[in-house]
Nanobody, 124 residues
């Protein structure tokens, strides 16, 4: 079907910056929205940001003004630039995509696709 692979997580000091990227592969027919969620220990999954194929963006309240999402429609990739990271930001960040994939028989199916997640740690 469709595979998503995140990269760019790691350790950063408070106030620092980090960039995440997500690459897609597989039998992609089209991708609509792409974005990022995160889950911190003992917390609910939280929307970080998403972006439509037309470039409209939406951010979670806790990251507005600090994070920037972008995508490359030709490559079906999405990136997240995270600035001014603080102790509320550590989590596993998951890339997702909403779209259609096709089978070897040529049928198209709608799906929501997720990456395996990448850890972001903020610590001095």
């Amino acid at each position: 079907q469709v595979q998503l692979v995140e990269s760019g997580g790691g350790l950063v000091q408070p106030g620092g910056s980090l960039g995440l990227s997500c690459a897609t592969s597989g039998r992609i027919f089209s991708i609509n929205a792409m974005g990022w969620y995160r889950r911190a220990p003992d917390k609910e999954r939280e929307l970080v940001a998403n972006i439509t194929s037309g470039g409209s963006t939406n951010y979670g309240d806790s990251v507005k003004g600090r994070f920037t999402i972008s995508r490359d429609n030709a490559k079906n990739t999405v990136s997240l630039q995270m600035n001014s990271l603080n102790p509320e930001d550590p989590a596993v960040y998951y890339c997702y995509a909403d779209g259609y994939h096709y089978t070897t028989s040529g049928y198209r199916y709608r799906g929501a696709y997720w990456g395996q997640g990448t850890q972001v740690t903020v610590s001095s």
